[in-house]
């Protein structure tokens, strides 16, 4: 099993996603079902981009890209990213962010998914979500990392293929064990935040920032449940009163 992840802007608008937006995306969630997806979600909204996850069988893997990439078209404020796709490299151009990551078959399929907005296609996110994956590489009870940036002209399973002008990253790990979410989660946002004009949001948030900066939303997927996890950790880095 694998989760699949799929980020996009295809909001109306270059801040924020509207309300009719996410509502008709989580309206059609369920057709992923019917194509052998275990369990779906609009999992993160990041500024004006959104990001659909899945966890499928791999044998299924195509068809629900397939069937993310179909949603995401349909309910297009603006098919920007949409229309980069391609079926060649040569014609591909800026388009969808794309990841995915191995789940052990004896766990639960749980997994940690960072997204990123940029105002003005900033070169540095890719620098940044770097730094997130080598965050998670190599920590206790992660079973495997994804990075749209690492997928650049490289065939999306079931999709084609988009140009390396692809903006707005997503990463996405796969964690084994419950309580280690918060521990990979908080060493992915540091690694993040310690970039320059770095900011995380919560779920939803627009994209009120100076043009330069980035902002980011993490959220944890955990057996079908999403939980944004922007507010537990900023609390937990709050200054203790002794």
Known sequence: M??????ADISGNDVSCSKNLIKNIENNIPLLLNKGAFKAALTNITGDDVVISAFVEDDRLEEVNQGIVEIL????????????????IENAGEGISYAEAKIRQDRYPDAIIMAFDTYGG???????????????RGMDQVTDIGGSSL???QEIPGVGYVSDETDDPV??????????????AGAMMGAALGNKNVYLVRRGSPSYVIPGSVIMSITA????????LAVPLSSKMKILKV
């Open 2 to 7: 694998k989760i699949t992840t799929i980020g």
């Open 73 to 88: 078209r349909n309910n297009a404020e603006d098919l920007g990213d949409i229309n980069g796709i391609s079926d060649t």
């Open 171 to 184: 990463v996405v790990v796969t964690v084994e064990d419950i309580e280690s979410i918060g521990v990979v």
């Open 151 to 153: 997928n650049h002209n």
């Open 221 to 228: 997927y955990m057996n079908g449940n999403v939980m944004d």
């Open 122 to 136: 900033e070169g540095f996110v890719h620098n940044v979500a770097d730094s997130v994956i080598k965050a998670a």
